[in-house]
């Protein structure tokens, strides 16, 4: 990765025009503040939290609450579904305790670890800088840094008399990214500033690079978060590096050390997920009036409110979205193949229920007259290949054991004969 | 997922209790596993927090930390782990079989049994974290020397860690993956992490039920927001970290009397749920008739076994950190091997597996409706019967294409297939056998596994009326391409592996002369009588030749 240079910043011109009004803006705001409930803050949306969105971008109940800023957990609660989140304060002070040191120093140790990737020369000491980004309200430290990101690039660019250009290093900066049409705050690890202006975005986890490597979708799932920085830094027009820099503890220790991470692939993925995305605008028209999601409101007013968004359930909302034990309840009463995986949906096609796949395996084949030229096909029976492959993989499980073939654990042993000779 | 898997899932959705996926026990299970369920430090590394283990469901022996930062702490349980452990894991060190001059294997190999695939990844990583300590009688200048049986353990475990991932090997198993490849649940793969969901689906009867056991199973709390099962590890639930578990150890470490047993108490707590349902599945798993060829499976895992044994003895170096290229690279092609293999012997194992391979294509059951005898040209004529057949299968196949089928003797024969036109029949072919071409209407020709006489040996040519079950997949698929020795590793892959971490010569393989094996070679490797040019000679010392056994 050696030649990952830094990129300097680009007038970025493509998304001017995109953007809503002020006016259409304020009036979204208003609409989602008022689904939210009287006098409620919204919750943030994370990073993780906006990867796990892009990720389900068919979703619309998750982009809405999402936007809106639904405490998603709390609704779950109420809806007596709580997910089995939750983080453990062992893992929470050890991360803390972790970016403690992996930042120390105004992130000295973050530029070592920068530049040891890059092959740059460290700066002098005295040449880092680490501005003070604290403000007032999200808006405000978005504010702050969008000043201290210019200035900082300044500083790189414009080195004193020719010489080498300053560093900076912004820890927890403020930045925000427009999804679905609604505007959202996010809070990357850090930002580091070169002395050539390029900005490199740093995600620091507290999983380890162990002997050199790490899990591969703990990795991937850092470098989708880097990338949604990275898109909110381009409408920020301000151009990141394309590869982030991933900072975990070294081995079983607490030492920092980095790997930097292509996200060129994270990057062109997000962007097209969140492009998916329906827009709010249009899922907050298509509510029936009066809806809210007032936590306030009684349970079962608020399962309507939230059932008559629609979902796309699949296993893997378990893992990154807490209403996911009740989406699961719905599709299974529903009869959703999705609660098995996508995969088994997408399988069946037109069978969007377990009843009728079943229905359609354990059905009686068509009679083969059908090809009698003087009967031409009827349309009984069209040949729909997830419908022929279900009878097909019925027929062979049942010529195998017999039968309806249902047996429990208790019931397994062969009616089809021994091994295949 | 293959169709077939998401047809019984969602039949088990619908009766509301698991489906059989296959007919058979597809691993290897000893008489008497060690289970392992350990517990993790959340946040930390490799942290040990507690293990139930032992070979005696009603005696587990529970090990626990009552403060996971303190590295004595941790030594202490580790000492008491490889003190608990390496019993088991020596202990069939010592009964060997000669199976040549120069070759000796172990008869049997120790099992683990852990809950799931995290546990067995828990056990890599303790493994690594143990095997590149120094105890002070190695090292006395060592800045924390480990007690002394540990880096012992820890290079155990790394092998035991590495070898599970080694396609069909049963050293180590993960439970709830051995109960999902043996089982459909009505739930996703994702769910049937849960040992204990899992269980739910398996233990409901006709009356079905599983889904709302699996419900409870996994979100069932009590009035302090515990969960009424636990998980099955090696993570704990953060609910129990933040409300239970961390409070005992702030008493810990406020040194209030017995509050180390609390923890204790409280750790086995959590264990001792997960340490019954791994034996009620072991009990589940025991219920089904062994695969035939699950023996052979365990003869390499036994072989395994037996070089990690002699290069201890050997008093080589710990497994190294990375794997340098050439070993990589080996790896994956030898586990690309174990993988087609394994799916095959399933398969010929398993009428149920069969058939997911029928439905996709890859095999076929067909009645013989005829037969008739060709020979090949050259100076030696040998039978090459045609066989015409009839299947309601959809084979994919294309003329030329290979054909196999298990003989009596359990050896494969080979055939191909023929175009339509090729070879017809003499005339004399019944019209009611169907038009070759004509869909289902089939024909092969066998090409080996007769015997070297003018005329078939008795029994190699299937009669007419036989039902007979090919597939178009090798019975004992070779090894991937060959790769370069690892001292002509070329410097684009790092260069050859540093001094120090010295490779063992690699033993050639050899199928004759090894007495008793012999019968079971002819199944395993399929290899046919002399003669047929079949694969794999070298199934009887599968792994000692390749790069699993040099961790
Ligand atoms: S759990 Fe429900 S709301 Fe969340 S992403 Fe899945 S379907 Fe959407």
């Given at each position: 990765m050696g030649d990952v240079r830094l990129r300097r910043v680009k007038q970025l011109s493509?998304?001017?025009?995109t953007e809503s009004t002020g006016a259409d803006q304020s009036a979204l705001r208003d609409r989602l503040a008022a689904l939210r409930g009287p006098g409620r803050q919204p919750r943030p949306l994370d990073s993780r939290a906006l990867t796990a969105l892009a990720a389900n971008p068919g979703c619309s109940r998750r982009a809405l609450l999402d936007s809106a800023g639904v405490d998603k957990a709390a609704l779950a609660e109420v809806l007596g579904a709580?997910?089995?989140?939750g983080q453990s304060q062992f893992a929470f002070a050890r991360g803390h305790a972790f970016e403690a040191g992996a930042t120390r120093d105004g992130g000295a140790e973050l530029v070592r670890l920068l530049c040891a990737h890059t092959g740059q020369a460290p700066p002098d000491p005295q040449l880092l800088e680490c501005p003070d980004l604290t403000a007032e309200g999200p808006e405000g430290r978005i504010e702050r840094t969008r000043e201290a990101l210019a200035l900082a690039q300044a500083r790189g660019q414009t080195g004193?008399?020719?010489?080498p250009g300053g560093w900076s290093v912004l820890l927890h900066p403020m930045v925000r990214l427009t999804v679905a049409g609604a505007p959202v705050c996010l809070e990357p690890d850090a930002l580091v500033v070169d002395g050539d202006g390029g900005v490199t975005i740093v995600e620091i986890k507290s999983f380890p690079i162990l002997d050199g490597s790490a899990a591969p979708t703990k990795v991937g799932a850092a470098t989708r978060q880097a990338a949604v920085y990275g898109l909110a830094l381009e409408a920020m027009e301000v151009r990141a590096a394309e590869s982030v820099l991933l900072v975990c503890p070294k081995d079983f220790s607490n030492l920092p050390t980095a790997a930097l991470v292509d996200m060129r692939k994270q990057l062109a993925a997000v962007r097209r997920q969140l492009r998916r995305l329906t827009r709010v605008e249009e899922l907050t028209a298509a509510l029936?009036?009066?809806?809210?999601?007032?936590?306030?409101?009684p349970p079962d007013r608020l399962a309507g409110a939230v059932d008559s968004v629609p979902a796309a359930y699949a296993p893997e909302c378990l893992a990154g979205c807490d209403l996911a034990f009740h989406c699961r309840s719905q599709a299974r009463t529903g009869n959703d193949?999705?609660?098995?995986g996508r995969g088994t949906r997408a399988e069946l096609?037109?069978?969007?229920?377990v009843k009728a796949a079943l229905d359609a395996a354990h059905s009686d084949p068509p009679?083969?007259?059908?090809?009698d030229p003087t009967h031409p096909?009827?349309?009984?029976?069209?040949?729909d290949p997830a419908v022929l492959a279900l009878r097909r993989a019925a027929r062979l499980r049942a010529e195998v054991?017999?039968?309806?073939g249902a047996a429990g654990a208790d019931g397994a042993g062969p009616a089809g004969g021994g091994p295949c000779r | 997922m293959p169709l077939m898997h998401s047809l019984a899932r969602m039949e088990a959705m619908a009766a509301g209790r698991a489906q059989p996926?296959?007919?058979?026990?597809?691993r290897h299970l000893s008489r008497q596993p060690l289970v392992l369920v350990p517990l993790t430090t959340a946040g930390?590394?490799?942290?040990?927090?507690g293990a139930m283990l032992g070979t005696d469901r009603d005696h587990p022996l529970l090990l626990t930390v009552?403060?996971?930062?303190d590295r004595d702490l941790r030594f202490t349980f580790l000492s008491d782990l490889a003190e608990a452990l390496l019993p088991h894991l020596e202990s069939?060190?010592?009964e060997t079989e000669q199976v040549r001059e120069d070759a000796e294997v172990c008869t049997d190999a120790p099992q683990l049994l852990v809950p799931n695939a995290p546990g067995a990844e828990f056990v890599r990583l303790l493994g690594r974290s143990m095997r590149f300590r120094r105890t002070a009688e190695e090292d006395?200048?060592?800045?924390?020397p480990s007690p002394a049986r540990v880096p012992l353990l820890g290079r155990w475990l790394t092998h035991y860690g590495e070898r599970a991932?080694?396609?069909?090997?049963?050293?180590?198993?993960?439970m709830t993956e051995v109960l999902t490849r043996h089982w459909a649940t009505g739930q996703s793969s994702l769910e049937d992490q849960h040992l204990g969901a899992l269980l739910a689906w398996l233990r409901?009867?006709?009356?079905?039920g599983g889904d709302t056991a699996a419900l409870e199973v996994e979100t069932a709390r009590d009035e302090?927001?515990?969960?009424r099962t636990p998980p099955s590890g090696p993570s704990t639930d953060p609910a129990f970290d933040n409300r239970v578990l961390a409070p005992a150890v702030d008493r810990y470490d406020a040194d209030l009397p017995g509050s180390a047993e609390r923890v204790h108490q409280l750790l086995g707590g959590q264990l001792r749920p997960v340490w019954d349902a791994m034996w009620e599945s072991v009990d589940l798993l025991r219920r089904l008739p062994e695969g035939e060829r699950i023996a052979s499976r365990w003869e390499s895992d036994r072989w395994s076994y037996t070089a990690h044994r002699d290069r201890l003895r050997a008093g080589e170096p710990p497994q190294p950190r990375r794997d340098d290229a050439v070993t990589a690279a080996r790896k994956l092609s030898v586990r690309e091997r174990d993988q087609a293999r394994l799916q095959a012997q399933e398969a010929l194992d398993d009428p149920l597996v069969m058939a997911e391979r029928r439905l996709a294509g890859e095999a076929f059951v067909a009645e013989v409706t005829d037969s008739w005898m060709t020979y090949s040209q050259g100076r030696r004529p040998m039978p090459r019967p045609v066989l015409a057949l009839s299947t309601e299968d959809t084979p994919q196949w294309a003329p030329g294409a290979r054909a196999y089928r298990v003989l009596p003797s359990g050896a494969a024969q080979p055939a191909e297939f023929l175009a339509p036109?090729?070879?017809?029949?003499?005339?004399?072919?019944?019209?009611?056998?169907?038009?070759?071409?004509?869909?289902g209407e089939l024909r092969l020709r066998l090409t080996g596994?007769?015997?070297?006489?003018?005329e078939p040996a008795p029994g190699s040519v299937p009669e007419v009326g036989d039902r007979v079950c090919w597939t178009l997949f090798e019975h004992a698929p070779r090894g991937g391409p060959s790769l370069p020795e690892p001292e002509d590793t070329p410097w684009t892959h790092g260069?050859?592996?540093?001094?120090?971490?010295p490779l063992p010569e690699p033993r050639t393989a050899e199928r004759h002369g090894t007495g008793g094996q012999s019968g079971e070679a002819g199944r395993t490797g399929g290899t046919g009588p002399p003669?047929?040019?079949?694969?794999?000679?070298?199934s009887t010392l599968p792994d000692p030749v390749t790069a699993e056994d040099l961790l």
């Open positions: 493509h998304q001017r025009g709580p997910a089995n989140f004193a008399e020719g010489g029936p009036a009066g809806t809210s999601f007032d936590l306030d409101l193949p999705a609660v098995l096609g037109a069978l969007t229920t009679p083969p007259e059908p090809s096909a009827g349309p009984s029976d069209p040949p054991l017999g039968g309806d | 996926l296959t007919t058979v026990l597809h930390e590394v490799g942290a040990p927090l009552p403060q996971p930062k069939a060190l010592e006395p200048q060592t800045p924390y991932r080694v396609p069909g090997s049963s050293l180590l198993l993960s409901a009867g006709p009356e079905g302090h927001g515990q969960l036109e090729d070879e017809p029949a003499d005339g004399s072919a019944d019209e009611s056998a169907g038009a070759p071409g004509a869909p596994g007769m015997g070297r006489a003018k260069g050859p592996p540093q001094s120090g971490t003669g047929v040019t079949d694969p794999v000679a070298h």
